[in-house]
């Protein structure tokens, strides 16, 4: 997960490097991961006593620049993507935490979405924002951003259809309570996963495993997008400082070549100033998944 700081000096995203393209992924090998990682491990954090309104109000109270520049990324890609690929009947975003505009992004494109943590407080969070029609609505600026491409512009009410989308069977909420590394394998046909594999162990092992367990969820050829804050050190709320490891561009790519993901896309996004200290950029992923 990320910690933003709204008060840290934002800087709009000036362009992104398209690792895929550029040919020069040792430029933006910022550190490798057997340099910097520390081996503090999932299973060493009380993850329930995570604290989702505070994380909610540091990071999406209102929309940071990056924020946008991640967005119009990876909606450009869905819709590109579904030009040529039918609309599917299951997804899933992995570790959703108290950020909807992952579920928004997947939202034309699904008929059922299926947001996933392991923290009882986020997911108590996401129930409420989902299901309660007296909690403000404060996606709409997220939504804004996309109502311009394809697919987007012809969901008129996305609170509502969010809803419909999110609600299993009986009429219960499809939030659930998963870890990771527990999905079922080729379950969805489409997902994302922002700000997580990286933020919940400072072990590489770990890491690879969660990237592998989220790649093995997903049925083959299914397409999906990944957000990673590379070279972060950990991320404080109230007292604790929650582990992170701190990843490069050059190791996103590495994982999910090594899953034999195609149409693979790493970006670094390049800002004029960091959000807050303890890391050194945002990295996108896109891709479509290879066969398990």
Not at 274 to 286: C, K, N, P, S, W
Request: proline share 6%; with cysteine.
């Amino acid at each position: 997960m990320r910690q933003l700081t709204p008060s840290s000096g934002l800087g709009l995203p000036q362009e992104s490097k398209d690792i895929a393209e550029s040919g020069r992924s040792e430029a933006v090998a910022l550190r490798s991961m057997a340099e910097t990682a520390v081996p503090t491990y999932n299973a060493d954090v009380s993850w329930e006593d995570f604290p989702s309104q505070d994380y909610w109000h540091r990071n999406y109270k209102e929309m940071l620049p990056p924020d946008k520049e991640i967005i119009r990324l990876v909606g450009s890609f869905f819709s590109e993507t579904f030009r040529s690929h039918a609309r599917v009947q299951r997804a899933i975003d992995v570790g959703a935490g108290t950020n909807l505009y992952p579920a928004l992004l997947m939202l034309p494109w699904a008929v059922q979405i299926l947001l996933t943590d392991y923290s009882e407080s986020n997911l108590r969070w996401m129930r409420g924002q989902i299901m309660d029609d007296d909690v403000a609505w404060t996606w709409q600026p997220f939504w804004r951003e996309l109502q311009a491409l394809e697919g987007y512009n012809q969901v008129s009410e996305p609170r509502k259809q969010l809803r419909v989308a999110c609600t299993g069977k009986g009429g219960q909420p499809a939030i659930e309570e998963y870890s990771v590394f527990d999905l079922p394998q080729a379950q969805w046909q489409l997902g994302t996963m922002f700000f997580f594999f990286y933020s919940i162990s400072r072990d590489p092992r770990e890491f690879a495993k969660a990237i592998g367990c989220f790649v093995g969820a997903l049925e083959p050829h299914s397409p999906f997008a990944a957000a990673f804050m590379s070279g972060s050190e950990g991320y404080p709320l109230g007292n604790v400082t929650y582990p992170a490891l701190p990843v490069t561009a050059h190791d996103i790519r590495e994982h999910f070549t090594r899953l034999c993901v195609s149409e693979l896309s790493v970006k670094e996004l390049v800002t004029s100033q960091l959000v807050r200290e303890g890391y050194e950029g945002m990295i996108v992923a896109t891709g479509i998944t290879g066969d398990h």
